[in-house]
């Protein structure tokens, strides 16, 4: 039984896979930059104006000129392709390139026009040339705008679709595959005696697939039988990790490593000093690895959380650091045991101060308690008893 830091470095000295694809800007949020990105334009690509007003020379009001003639109009997507003149202006749109020879916006509010006139007159005084956005202010052609490595945001699908890009390369997501095996599971809404229970992880733990960067790519059940186990997993689509839920422990029916291992997967770890989860193992082929999940609902959850979400980062080649974090108790919380545990609980900032309340109740098989929990709290073997207001660290979900 290895410790789950023994645990983290064998999952961290898992290889990327770095395969790659070209997806759709818009399909794109979430999804990992697999080079550098760099501009295809300058942004803006000429002098636009950044206000509605008049485009005119700032040499012109130094020279106290204020009242000036309208020669034309320059809306966004156009141009008014004359030089301005002396005590000339054109009226001018927020985002059109500024013609020649303007170097300041004076903004609408600050002239008067009367209705059909030619000329305007200034109403406020212009002192320092103003409201132009530069060519290349944002950035220019050959930038780099996105790392290699990104996460991609909504906000960077705008830069790229700024700097012209209609597709993106970005890692390829893991594939995952489940299965829930028991002869007394059945699929959710289907149960209907006392000895059956409803499969009230693989949803769940397929929607987390999704939002830490993996795709579900099979969900299926079997009963206890190492035939018909072995059959699934033969009839699994091409995936990068296989996870079995239950079948690890060391009942009569739990044969789940012993078929993988069958199939020619060696092992890497088998059972680890955690709280909940003991039973989760992991192991590999030449094309892929199996982490074994416990089949109590708040067991595969944390150590899916633990285990599986980090082993999705690596083949990503993410960081596979959790994001730990500090709280204070509001409550007394009593010694641990000789294993690593994660309590299930909610934190909140108050006054200022990051505070977490553990659930009363940590059964592994309770599933309103992981519902309402925000956070898993960390207690290292053998930690000793603390009070309200002493710290601990705490993941959050």
Request: hydrophobic share 45%; glycine share 8%; charged share 20%.
């Amino acid at each position: 039984m290895i410790s789950v830091n023994e645990a983290f470095a064998a999952i961290e000295a898992v290889t990327p896979r770095n395969q790659t694809e070209t997806i759709e800007l818009a399909d794109a949020v979430g999804r990992i930059l697999a080079a550098p990105l760099c501009a295809n334009r300058t942004q803006p690509p000429r002098n636009v104006s950044a206000m509605d007003g008049y485009a005119v020379r700032q040499a012109d009001m130094a020279h106290g000129v204020s009242v000036f003639s309208v020669i034309g109009e320059a809306q966004a997507g156009g141009e008014f392709t004359r030089p301005l003149g002396e005590a000339e202006a054109v009226r001018i749109f927020t985002g059109a390139i500024v013609p020649e020879g303007a170097d300041h916006i004076i903004i609408q509010e600050d002239v008067t026009r009367d209705e059909n006139s030619d000329t305007i007159s200034l109403t406020s005084s212009q002192s320092e040339a103003h409201h132009i956005r530069l060519a290349g202010q944002d950035f220019s052609k050959g930038d780099e705008l996105l790392p290699q490595g990104r996460v991609l945001s909504p906000a960077d699908l705008a830069l790229a679709a700024n700097g012209n890009h209609a597709t993106l390369s970005v890692i390829t997501r893991p594939r995952i595959a489940f299965i829930a095996s028991g002869d007394e599971i059945v699929p959710a809404g289907s149960a209907t005696t006392d000895r059956q229970i409803p499969d009230s992880i693989s949803a769940a733990l397929a929607a987390m697939v999704a939002q830490w960067g993996g795709i579900c790519v099979a969900s299926t059940m079997t009963p206890d039988d190492k035939e018909a186990f072995t059959a699934a997993i033969k009839a699994l689509p091409a995936c990068d990790i296989i996870v079995p839920i239950g079948g690890a422990s060391v009942g009569d029916y739990d044969h789940a490593k012993d078929v993988f291992y069958a199939l020619g997967f060696a092992l890497i770890f088998e059972k680890i000093a955690v709280k909940p989860g003991k039973p989760c193992w992991f192991a590999r082929s030449e094309s892929n690895f199996v982490l074994g999940l416990p089949g109590n609902p708040s067991s595969a959850m944390v150590t899916a959380t633990l285990f599986l979400k980090p082993l999705i980062a690596q083949l990503s080649g993410r960081q596979t650091q959790h994001p730990w974090t500090q709280a204070l108790l509001t409550a007394p919380l009593h010694a641990n045991g000789n294993r690593e545990n994660y309590l299930r609980g909610t934190y909140a900032l108050s006054e200022g101060r990051v505070e977490v309340e553990i659930a009363a109740r940590q059964d592994s098989a309770l599933t309103t308690v992981f519902a309402d929990a925000n956070c898993l709290v960390q207690r290292m073997a053998n930690a000793p008893p603390l009070i309200a207001g002493d710290k601990v660290t705490i993941l959050p979900l």
